[in-house]
T-cell receptor, first 116, second 114 residues
Framework: GAVVSQHPSRVICKSGTSVKIECRSL??????MFWYRQFPKQSLMLMAT?????????EQGVEKDKFLINHASLTLSTLTVTSAHPEDSSFYIC????????????FGSGTRLTVV | AQSVTQLGSHVSVSEGALVLLRCNYS??????LFWYVQYPNQGLQLLLK??????LVKGINGFEAEFKKSETSFHLTKPSAHMSDAAEYFC????????????FGTGTQLKVEL
C-alpha cells in the first residue's frame, strides 16, 4: 500500500532557529501534499496545501513566511519552521494525495516539534 | 463550505461491547466521508471511506460505517470492542471538486475497559 515517510519523528530546537520537516511518498507520486498542525487533544488544523512545482496555498491565519513549504518533486515536500518560538511547539503531520479527488490520502507518522 | 461534528469527545466501552462513534456532516454538495484512527504520537490511519455507491462501508479491524444522507450522518460502529481499539478517532469530509481538501471533526477518544 501507499506509504508516506515523515522525518524526523521528534525534534527539539532552540528559540530562533529553523527546523525542516520532510514528507516523502515512497511508492507513489503525490500530486498534492498537505501539512497539518495538531495541538494536544485537538483535531488537525490544515496549514497549507502544496502542489509540485508551484507555490503552496496557505490557510487563513497561517504565516507563510514562518512556515515555508517547498514541494520540489512529486515525492517530496518540506515544511520549514523559521525562527521557531515555543508557541510553535506542536505535532505536525503531512499527508499525500494520489491523483484527483479525495480518494486516497496517506498520512505520515507526524513530527513532534519542541522549541525550548 | 463543509463541516463535521463528532458528538462526544470521550467514549468509554467495555471490552466486547458495541462501539458507536457519532459523526454528522454539513455539506452543500455530495460529500466524501472518512474515518481515521490515531494512536498516540502517530499519524492517521484510514479505517474506511465512503465515496459513492453502497452506503454501508466496511473497513479494517472490523469497523463499519453507514452513510445516511437523510440524517447527514456517518456513524462508526464495531460489534465488539477490543482493548487495541483504544485510540483517537476522527471523522472527515471532503467535497467533490474540493481540491482534495479534508475537513476533520474534533475527534473522539475511545477508551476500552476490561
Amino acid at each position: 500500500g501507499a506509504v508516506v515517510s515523515q522525518h524526523p519523528s521528534r525534534v527539539i530546537c532552540k528559540s530562533g532557529t529553523s527546523v525542516k520537516i520532510e514528507c516523502r511518498s515512497l511508492d507513489f507520486q503525490a500530486t498534492t501534499m498537505f501539512w497539518y498542525r495538531q495541538f494536544p487533544k485537538q483535531s488537525l488544523m490544515l496549514m497549507a496545501t502544496s502542489n509540485e512545482g508551484s507555490k503552496a496555498t496557505y490557510e487563513q491565519g497561517v504565516e507563510k513566511d514562518k512556515f515555508l513549504i517547498n514541494h520540489a518533486s512529486l515525492t517530496l515536500s518540506t515544511l520549514t519552521v523559521t525562527s521557531a518560538h515555543p508557541e510553535d511547539s506542536s505535532f505536525y503531520i503531512c499527508s499525500a494525495a494520489q491523483g484527483e479527488g479525495p480518494y486516497g490520502y496517506t498520512f505520515g507518522s507526524g513530527t513532534r516539534l519542541t522549541v525550548v | 463550505a463543509q463541516s463535521v461534528t463528532q458528538l462526544g469527545s470521550h467514549v468509554s466501552v467495555s471490552e466486547g461491547a458495541l462501539v458507536l462513534l457519532r459523526c454528522n456532516y454539513s455539506s452543500s454538495v455530495p460529500p466524501y466521508l472518512f474515518w481515521y484512527v490515531q494512536y498516540p504520537n502517530q499519524g492517521l490511519q484510514l479505517l474506511l471511506k465512503y465515496t459513492t455507491g453502497a452506503t454501508l462501508v466496511k473497513g479494517i479491524n472490523g469497523f463499519e460505517a453507514e452513510f445516511k444522507k437523510s440524517e447527514t450522518s456517518f456513524h462508526l460502529t464495531k460489534p465488539s470492542a477490543h482493548m487495541s481499539d483504544a485510540a483517537e478517532y476522527f471523522c472527515a469530509v471532503g467535497l467533490t471538486g474540493g481540491g482534495n481538501k479534508l475537513t476533520f471533526g474534533t475527534g473522539t477518544q475511545l477508551k476500552v475497559e476490561l
